[in-house]
């Protein structure tokens, strides 16, 4: 099965620096890859997603980048924000049901003031 | 406020115990996916309905099964209860069936077993 793994496990930025999260996927059949926030107390809320036909996303102060020959996608944060604080995961799947798919362990981004 | 919702918040029971969570999906959402969250796994998906109908199951053990209904709640049921069943119990609601859909998740049930 995919197997998918997320680095750094926490990560601390000055508020205004950008933050990088990077995951790595393992089955090549998947072409769906996911971001998702979530705030202390809360679920999950996707924030940017890339299909595999894509090689980068962009919406605002978030980017998302794909390499599919290396199996390997990154979230980009820009001019962090305290509100940015948060876990982050990544996910993969083939997109043949939104469930089946794969999540990394969680990244957790404090963005200090 | 994703438009789902769950309940309870949270529960605490003891082991050998049965519990049931709830889930109303966003409104107009067709499918539910139930996910478990703990410390040492991450999210693990466990079961997906759509419309009423079972669609793909994930590591969801014996001891828990799920049903949706004609008014497209959701209930998950959690039976012999063990420590470590304790965790975070996340639905999600989507539109359709599409692998790609925008999945809206709840607050969560937090689940303790003592």
């Known amino acids: 099965g995919e197997n998918v793994e997320q680095h750094p496990s926490t990560l601390s930025v000055q508020e205004g620096d950008s933050a990088v999260i990077k995951c790595t996927y393992s089955d090549s059949a998947s072409n769906y890859f996911p971001w998702y926030k979530q705030e202390l107390g809360k679920g999950p809320q996707l924030i940017i997603d890339?299909?595999?036909?894509?090689g980068e996303k962009k919406d605002q102060r978030i980017a998302v980048t794909l390499n599919k020959t290396a199996k390997h996608f990154s979230l980009h944060i820009t001019e962090t924000q305290p509100e940015d604080s948060a876990v982050y995961f990544c996910?993969?799947?083939?997109?043949?049901?939104?469930?089946?798919?794969?999540f990394g362990d969680g990244t957790t981004l404090t963005v200090k003031p | 406020d994703s438009g789902v919702t769950q309940t309870p918040k949270h529960l605490i029971t003891a082991t050998g115990q049965r519990v049931t969570l709830r889930c109303s999906p966003r409104?107009?959402?067709?499918?539910v996916y139930w996910y478990q969250q703990s410390l040492d796994q991450g999210l693990q998906f466990l079961i997906h309905?759509?419309?009423?109908?079972?669609?793909a199951k994930g590591n969801i053990l014996e001891r828990f099964s799920a049903q949706q209904f004609p008014d497209l709640h959701s209930e998950l049921n959690l039976s012999s209860l063990e420590l470590g069943d304790s965790a975070l119990y996340f639905c999600?609601?989507?539109?359709?069936?599409?692998?790609?859909?925008?999945?809206?998740f709840g607050p969560g049930t937090r689940l303790t077993v003592l």
């Open positions: 409104s107009g959402d067709l499918s």
């Open positions: 996910a993969a799947s083939d997109g043949t049901n939104a469930g089946k798919s794969t």
């Open positions: 999600a609601s989507s539109s359709g069936l599409a692998g790609t859909d925008t999945q809206y």
């Open positions: 309905y759509y419309n009423g109908e079972e669609r």
């Open positions: 890339i299909r595999s036909n894509v």
